[in-house]
């Protein structure tokens, strides 16, 4: 069956990457395989799960249900591109690991993208809108109620991002990408 | 899993696209939102040697506020549709079903015309386009333009009146004119977003007395395809929606479906289930809200 690889540009963590790709790869195997951005997931690869959520310009999708091609010239952000500095965390991220808001850790960065995205749109969420958020992503350790903390957590005024880190130089969301581009 | 390998085309316009699949025909499958046909590819049950990408076309995402009904093309996406406060404020119903499709991250994705056409049993919106009496307008390049209704248009479970070489453009959603025009959705799924095991819709139109003029009912989830019941609709008319009236209509409503049974519901759960579901929305439709003149029920 004829299936010619195309070029596609995609804009990640805030960095054009041009590659060829077969039309049938999806954006999640882009990611994690062609640009070595392995902190997103892959669950149940039919759009159940929700450990594949990315933000495709801004918005939150599930990056198993569609193919790269599909977001040809679009911009796309991933866990690795939620702190605002190599090395640091984000406020939700940081507020993650303050209520032990993981586990095993599998859902986690879909679980964080949710939670980015909500409080993107509504800085202040009630617990309804946290649980709303986080409503298509499955955790199966069962760690919802920690997930809700954390974002309330993050969302109290005045909350300061507790985890001391040195800034790595670079921008967020470079990490792995030198050894996986020799493609 | 991963899908077969297939040929991506771009649709640069509409004539573009029905070039294309006037071309393809069989073989080619439109691809919108993916939010129904990438999940299947993934799991081969669709097996496209041809995906034609209609999702960047501008002309299938005017969404036309007109009077006696809101026009949507057919890629407009859900999440869109659920922020547009006019288009709420026009046809509720539409918005108080989507609520229940998916989730935040697919509905970013889905789009209104790729539900429909997709045409899961179980699915919101092919419920609310039969209740509602939308018309579905399909374009091919053979035959050119042509209209059908959602009764007509939905012909079993994932089947369409659609031809291989049609692509649905635009929805018609009729709007009721008046005022006291209330609406209700209800589901019953293993989670919110999930498939529904039974789900129900009402548009009903109630009087400064509390009296019925107009309704509108439906059952998703039962039989093959979505159904809607004018004729026990008609019996609400001039009547005041008490619990054993919208009791009454659900049970009838229920008779007249033959739904299956599956590894969630058995048949008899689905029947009671969808009882429940018509009664609760009749019931919320028909009590006045303190907040205006659309009721819906409370989001799970």
Same mark, same amino acid.
């Given at each position: 069956m004829p299936s010619p690889p195309v070029t596609i540009e995609i804009k990640v963590n805030g960095l054009l990457r041009a590659q060829m790709v077969e039309p049938r790869t999806t954006l999640v195997d882009f990611l994690r395989d062609h640009l070595g951005l392995t902190g997103t997931h892959v669950g149940?690869?039919?759009?159940?799960?929700?450990?594949?959520s990315i933000l495709l310009n801004g918005e939150p999708v599930r990056s198993c249900c569609m193919f790269a091609v599909q977001a040809n010239g679009m911009s796309v952000t991933t866990v690795e591109g939620l702190?605002?500095?190599?090395?640091c965390l984000s406020k939700i991220q940081d507020a993650f690991c303050e209520t032990h808001a993981l586990q095993c850790g599998y859902c986690t960065p879909g679980m964080l993208i949710a939670c980015h995205a909500l409080v993107q749109n509504t800085p202040q969420p009630d617990e309804a809108q946290i649980r709303e958020a986080i409503g298509g992503n499955l955790c199966r350790c069962t760690g919802y109620q920690q997930i809700v903390d954390a974002v309330k957590l993050a969302t109290t005024p005045g909350y300061q991002v507790k985890e001391k880190s040195e800034p790595i130089a670079g921008q967020p969301g470079q990490v792995a990408i030198k050894e996986a581009s020799n493609d | 899993m991963k899908a077969a390998p297939f040929e991506y085309v771009l649709a640069e316009s509409l004539d573009h696209a029905l070039e294309c699949l006037d071309q393809y025909g069989l073989d080619a499958r439109t691809l919108a939102g993916g939010q129904s046909l990438v999940p299947m590819m993934a799991m081969r049950l669709a097996r496209p040697s041809m995906l034609l990408d209609i999702n960047r076309l501008a002309e299938l995402k005017q969404v036309d506020i007109r009077e006696g009904a809101v026009s949507m093309g057919a890629t407009t996406g859900q999440r869109a549709i659920e922020n547009n406060i006019e288009v709420h404020g026009a046809i509720p119903l539409v918005r108080d079903a989507l609520r229940w499709v998916g989730h935040i991250q697919t509905r970013n994705r889905g789009t209104i015309g790729g539900s429909l056409v997709h045409a899961d049993p179980s699915a919101e919106l092919p419920l609310v386009a039969v209740v509602l009496d939308a018309t579905l307008r399909l374009c091919s390049k053979a035959d050119g333009e042509r209209e059908i209704a959602a009764q007509e248009f939905f012909l079993g479970p994932m089947f369409?009146?659609?031809? !291989?070489? !049609?692509?649905?453009t635009s929805i018609e959603w009729p709007i009721w004119e008046g005022s006291g025009v209330r609406t209700a959705f209800d589901e019953t799924a293993m989670r919110h977003g999930d498939f529904a095991m039974a789900s129900a819709a009402c548009q009903l139109q109630i009087d400064e007395n509390g009296v019925c003029q107009r309704a509108a009912i439906g059952i998703g989830g039962l039989d093959g395809v979505p159904r809607s019941f004018p004729e026990l609709a008609q019996q609400l008319v001039g009547q005041r929606i008490d619990v054993r009236l919208a009791r009454e209509i659900a049970h009838c409503a229920v008779q007249q479906t033959e739904p299956g049974s599956d590894l969630h519901a058995d048949a008899e759960f689905r029947r009671q289930l969808a009882v429940v579901m018509l009664t609760r929305v009749l019931q919320a439709a028909s009590t006045p809200s303190p907040h205006g003149t659309t009721n819906s029920t409370a989001h799970a």
């Open positions: 149940c690869e039919h759009g159940v799960c929700g450990a594949c702190a605002p500095q190599r090395g | 369409t009146a659609t031809a !291989e070489i !049609e692509c649905l």
